[in-house]
């Protein structure tokens, strides 16, 4: 008998007849959700050094404006987790990791922040900012 991870379709394809149905196993999106440690299970598929906005950091104020950026080495996994540490060493910890899958919204975020090559990424409970300092690292698809 096998448990439902062992029987969970790997990856969600849509049904081209029914867009919320797995096209392999038939069933809806919500059951392939991945658990955090499932998603540190998958390889990377982006990585590279961005520059992280302080946390709550208020743009429309001069003071905060200023702040510095902390630099931290990001890695993107296939399913969607991206996370970010200090160093690109692979037994460093990450300081932090957001679910891409829950991100509503990207945004260009550099009117607002007044630097250019910058993205907003927009969560129900908090926004984060990044940028780099060239565009060939920063691209925006969905």
Request: hydrophobic share 30%.
């Amino acid at each position: 008998m096998f448990s439902s991870r062992e029987n969970r379709c790997h990856r969600f394809q849509a049904n081209i007849f029914n867009k919320s149905k797995c096209q392999n196993c038939f069933k809806t999106v919500d059951s392939h959700k991945r658990s955090e440690a499932d998603l540190y299970q998958t390889k990377p598929v982006h990585v590279g050094w961005l520059l992280l906005a302080p946390e709550d950091t208020d743009f429309s104020s001069s003071g905060h404006r200023k702040q510095k950026w902390q630099r931290r080495y990001f890695v993107l996994y296939e399913h969607g987790l991206l996370c970010y540490s200090l160093d690109e060493m692979p037994g460093t910890l990450p300081q932090g990791s957001v679910n891409m899958i829950q991100c509503c919204e990207i945004l260009d975020a550099s009117s607002q922040t007044g630097f250019q090559n910058c993205l907003r990424l927009c969560f129900t409970d908090t926004d984060y900012y990044i940028r780099t300092e060239n565009t060939d690292s920063l691209s925006i698809s969905r």
